[in-house]
C-alpha cells in the first residue's frame, strides 16, 4: 500500500514557476514509477509526466516538454514537478500517482494508487 499526498499547489502569473511535491508513505517507493496528472472539471484525467524508480528515464506530454521536469529523491520518499514559464491552459487540478509497472504509462488507467491533488491555477 502506497499513500501519496501532494504539496506546492497555488496561484501564480502566467510566465511564473511553482514546485509540487508529492510525499509517499511506506518503503517500497522506489520500485514505483510515478506519474504526474492533471484534471479539469467534466474533462478526463490528462497524463504530464512520469519517471521510473530509479529516476533514470522520463517521459513527458507534448504540451509541458521543456518547461515542465519531474524528479525524486527516493531517501526522501518525494517526488516532485517543476513548472517553469506557466501557461493559463495549466490551470487544473494536480495528482501524483504510482504505479508499479517498471516503464511508466501515459495511461491513467494503469496507475495503483493516487493523492488527494493540488490546484494549480494560472492567471493571465
Known amino acids: 500500500q502506497v499513500q501519496l499526498v501532494e504539496s506546492g499547489g497555488g496561484l501564480v502569473q502566467a510566465g511564473g514557476s511553482l514546485r509540487l511535491s508529492c510525499a509517499a508513505s511506506?518503503?517500497?517507493?522506489?520500485?514505483?514509477?510515478m506519474g504526474w496528472f492533471r484534471q479539469a472539471p467534466g474533462k478526463e484525467r490528462e497524463f504530464v509526466a512520469a519517471?521510473?524508480?530509479?529516476?533514470?528515464?522520463?517521459l513527458y506530454a507534448d504540451s509541458v516538454k521543456g518547461r515542465f521536469t519531474i524528479s525524486r529523491d527516493n531517501a526522501k520518499n518525494t517526488v516532485y514537478l517543476q513548472m517553469n514559464s506557466l501557461k493559463p491552459e495549466d490551470t487544473d487540478v494536480y495528482y501524483c500517482?504510482?504505479?508499479?509497472?517498471?516503464?511508466?504509462?501515459?495511461?491513467?488507467?494503469?496507475?495503483?494508487?493516487w493523492g488527494q491533488g493540488t490546484q494549480v491555477t494560472v492567471s493571465s
Open positions: 511506506g518503503r517500497t517507493f522506489s520500485s514505483h514509477s
Open positions: 519517471i521510473t524508480g530509479s529516476g533514470g528515464n522520463t
Open positions: 500517482a504510482a504505479t508499479g509497472a517498471l516503464l511508466p504509462p501515459r495511461s491513467y488507467v494503469r496507475y495503483d494508487y
